[in-house]
């Protein structure tokens, strides 16, 4: 999430130093919060989006095969 926070950071001192206008700063800002919410959701329930290993190894064996 680190990576996330640095966005906004930026996203910050753009506004501050009026590279960006207050509309394009808060549209930018509320596209963010909603992207770090899933970010967040994901990294929550990280073991309903990723496979298990034996199941990537299966898969990445397979795709070799085609």
């Known amino acids: 999430m680190q990576e996330a926070s640095e966005t906004q950071t930026w ?3 753009c506004f501050a130093c009026n590279y960006i206008a ?3 700063f808060k549209g930018l800002d509320e596209k963010y919060e909603h992207i770090l ?3 967040n959701n994901m990294e929550m329930k990280a073991k309903t989006f990723c496979l298990p290993p034996a199941h990537r ?3 990445s064996h397979s795709e070799d095969r085609e």
């Open 11 to 13: 996203l910050d001192f």
């Open 22 to 24: 207050e509309a394009t």
């Open 37 to 39: 919410a899933m970010l």
């Open 57 to 59: 190894r299966t898969l």
